[in-house]
């Protein structure tokens, strides 16, 4: 997974964790984790924060062949 894209276009879009924890409406704690790569988010949660975000699931969180 793409930890890097996600935490660059939360910030391309002005965006704390927090922020985007409360849009996206799951704790804040999860989008850390998200970034660092502790945990997936499940695809639910990708789609409702590449919606925020303004991008498409596997632009934030696929790599370029596609594996999870």
Known sequence: ???QELKIAR???SLTQKDLATLVGIGS???SDYESG????SY???KRIASVLNATV???FYSEDKEV
């Open 29 to 31: 704690q999860a989008i």
């Open 38 to 41: 502790r945990i997936n988010p």
């Open 58 to 60: 596997d632009e934030l």
């Open 11 to 13: 910030i391309r879009k």
């Open 1 to 3: 997974m793409k930890r």
């Open 44 to 46: 639910d949660v990708m």
